[in-house]
């Protein structure tokens, strides 16, 4: 099972070569490839040029000082591969930093399923049993919301971890299970100039955050 940091670190690498849980749901709806990638674009000014210079049989793409780096996957093979997103159709990713050189930045994911039930498995297996664990050890300290249903979930977090599964340090963001997609977006140890990104993510695609 792959831990939040893991997962954001994994992308680091390939792009180099509430106070309490809340009680009710909250309510948001599916979105789609063509409404999250122009949030990423909204997000990020330098977004639009890594789309632009994505390449179907690189299948990636960078911005002109390779601060933003997009990737898009539609083999469900490869996704289930690299990805351990089992079931998965499209794999959307993209990853921002302050300048090529930074260890951190924000990563974000958009994964549609051929199914709700196989996008909730990833959505349990992959984030929310490592959360609810961390949380009742009382691993995290901070601001947090999560919620798990039948064909809808998701974790907003403004948290210190210091759990392994989870990552330790500041954990900004959220992960959203909606019908068949999962959508992602999570930072570590953010900026003020991150936490805005992610804020002008959230809004776009009309996602609740903290």
Known sequence: MKTFKK???????????LSA????????KATDAKTFKK???KANDGMSEAMDDFDDEWGYGFSDDYTCYY???DDADEIEDYYDAEGAEKFYMA????DED??????????????????RDYFNEEYYEDFVEAKDDKDIEGD????????????II???????DIGKGQVTGGIYLADNTVVVVLAFDASKSAKKEITAFLEAIEYPFL
């Open 158 to 164: 403004d948290a210190e971890s210091s759990s392994k």
């Open 95 to 98: 990853m921002t930093q302050e």
């Open 39 to 41: 949030a990423l674009e």
């Open 102 to 119: 930074d260890e951190e930045g924000v990563i974000y994911y958009f994964i549609e399923f051929e199914d709700e039930e196989s996008a």
């Open 144 to 155: 947090f919301k999560s919620n798990l249903g039948k064909t809808s979930g998701y974790i």
């Open 21 to 28: 849980t809340g009680c009710g749901a909250l309510k948001f």
């Open 71 to 73: 990737v898009e996957v």
């Open 7 to 17: 997962v954001v670190a994994t992308a680091l690498i390939a792009s180099m070569a």
